[in-house]
Structure formats: C-alpha cells, structure tokens
C-alpha cells in the first residue's frame, strides 16, 4: 500500500496547526499571567509547558476516543523522550548551563516520581479508569503544591517587575490584563490545537499502516514530534534569550503534565491498552529521566557535549522504535 500525497499534505498542516495553536495558546496565557505578577520560572514550568503540551493532550485524547490506546500512550512516551533528548538537548548545544534555582530542581524531582508513577501503572501495559483518576489526582496536588511556593516566593519578594520578566526572555506586560485580545488568542489557539491534534491522529495512522508500521512506532516517532514541536520552539527561543532556566522549565514541566495529565485524562475517559513494545520503551524514558533528573538537581553543568549525547539518545531510541526492536 502506497502512501497518498494528501496524507502527507494533511500531515503537515496538522503539525503547522499545531505549532501555531499553541504558541498563541502560550503567548496569550503567558501575557495573563505576566501581568498578573507571577514570575518568569513559575510560567515556564506551569503556563508555558502546560501551554505547549496542549498538542500532547489534544491528540492523545482525540486517540483515546478513537480507540487508540497505542497512539494515545505512544505519544506521551515519545514527546517526553523527544523533551529531554532533543529539546533539552538543543538547549545545552545553544547554550550550556547549570540549574540553580531551587523551584527548577524541586521540579526536576517531581520529573523524575512522575516517570516512576507512570512506568508502574503501565508496567502490565493497560491502563485502567481508576489509575487515569489517580494519576490526575496526582497532577492537581503537583499544581496545588506549586502554586503555594510560587504564592510563598511572591509574597518575599513583592512582585515581579515588567523588567525582570523581561530580562528572564519574557516580554515585559501592561499593569492591566488585556482580557479580549488575550482570550481572543487563547480560543483560536485551542480550536487550532484541537483540530490540528484530531487531523495528526487520522494521517498518521493512515500513513503507519501504509508504510507497514504499527500504530505504537508511528505514535513514539511521528505523532510524538510533531506535537513537540511547541516544546522545542519555546526552549530555543527561550535559550536564545539567555533564559535557560524557562527553557529546563518549559521541559521539566510539560514531561509531568504528559504522564500525569495528559496520560491519567485519556485513560479516565476510555481505558487504555497498548503494544508489547512499550516496557522497552519505558526503559529508554527512565534511563534519559534519570541522567537530565542527577544534571539538574545536583546543580551539573550540562555542557554542549552531554547535549549532543541527548539528542543521539532520543535518535536512537525512534530508531529502535521504527524497526520494532525491541518488541514485547
């Protein structure tokens, strides 16, 4: 079976609606909450990386419903993988730095439990409606959690300033919260993300079983990049701007909203069963978890040469996963 030109061409407008979704989804939550006084870090690892996990969650949802499991699961593993392999990684290259704020390394922990939690509950491959409950619940105390250090951290000290957002990479904001455009931007974002992840599921599904590849390789590799394309935007640019700590933030944040959020929604709204294959790719998400978790919570430099091991990781693990080795 050959592989239609319109699959391709609807492919890749899925993942241009998707970029440009979610960056007016990013930028608009990013301007509320900027100039509601929350400061630089705390919007890279909530509103930003939740913002531009919005694709992981569209399509993993639009999957779920479909009857999807692999696509759905496949692409929370594969974009956390492509998060700290090739996002991360590109980071480092850029720009080489050390994790010193307290809240990232905090963060950085709560990475690493919340790989743990979802290799546990995915170790018998299904994923039942109880443990998506669980794994939400465990989200929403995440987010309780960090907003009462961000609260804590902004009562010390007084405020973040238009300045200091902007010197973080983040444009600096009005005083008021300009709520029409800003809403404005936030609901086309959302509708171009919805629609753009439920025409992401339907082509490459497509374009899997044409080339002859299963469903869960084409949601680790295809479907998993394409909606971490947001991701990866954000940190370069982020990184460019000498805000690397945004950027670590972006990723660290959208890898706990994948598993927890995005994986714990889709199974409450149908239970999930997946391939074989995906005990092996556990292990390749905990390993690279592991090694970027030790990096910034022990304040490591990540320097351009560990960037470039990242990246050949994250290569070879959708090389592992394309040739279906190795399978369950």
């Given at each position: ?35 509601a006084?929350?400061?630089?870090l ?12 919005a ?22 593993v ?5 998060n ?11 720009a080489?730095?050390?994790a ?16 743990a939690v ?24 995440y987010l ?8 804590r ?52 599904t ?6 002859g ?6 949601g ?12 990866l ?11 690397v700590?945004i ?5 660290i ?23 074989p ?8 998400l905990?390993a690279?978890?592991a090694?970027?978790t ?10 351009r ?22 399978s369950?």
């Open positions: 079976m050959s592989v239609s030109v319109e699959t391709v061409v609807v492919l890749s407008v899925a993942v241009l609606g998707l970029w440009i979704g979610a960056r007016w989804l990013v930028d608009a939550a990013s301007d509320i909450a900027s100039a006084g929350i400061s630089p705390v919007i890279g690892l909530t509103v930003v990386a939740f913002g531009t996990s694709p992981e969650f569209a399509v993993s949802i639009v999957a779920a419903l479909e009857g999807s499991g692999d696509v759905s699961v496949g692409n929370v594969g974009s956390n993988v492509f700290l392999g090739v996002v991360l990684g590109a980071v480092a290259l850029l080489p730095f050390r010193t704020e307290t809240m990232l390394r905090r963060d950085a922990v709560a990475m690493a439990v919340a790989t979802a290799t546990g509950v995915l170790a018998n491959r299904v994923v039942s409606r109880p443990e998506g409950l669980v794994l939400v619940s465990l989200l929403a105390g309780i959690a960090l907003g009462v250090v961000a609260r951290e902004a009562d010390d000290t007084g405020g973040v300033s238009p300045e200091s957002a902007e010197k973080n990479g983040l444009e600096a904001t009005e005083s008021t919260i300009r709520l029409g455009p800003d809403a404005g931007r936030l609901l086309v974002g959302l509708a171009l993300v919805v629609g753009g992840g439920h025409l992401l599921v339907d082509s490459a497509t374009l899997g079983l044409a080339v590849v299963s469903e869960w390789a084409i680790v590799t295809v479907v998993a990049a394409g909606t971490s394309v947001p991701e935007v954000t940190s370069i640019v982020a990184a460019r701007r000498n805000a700590a950027a670590a933030g972006n990723v944040g959208s890898n706990v909203f994948n598993l927890l959020g995005v994986l714990g929604v889709a199974a409450t709204i149908r239970p999930l069963t997946v391939d294959a995906v005990p092996a790719s556990l292990v390749w905990g690279i978890t090694v970027t030790v990096v910034l919570v022990t304040g490591r430099r990540l320097t040469p560990e960037g470039a091991v990242l990246l050949t990781v994250a290569a070879g693990y959708w090389l592992a996963s394309a040739v279906g080795w190795p369950g």
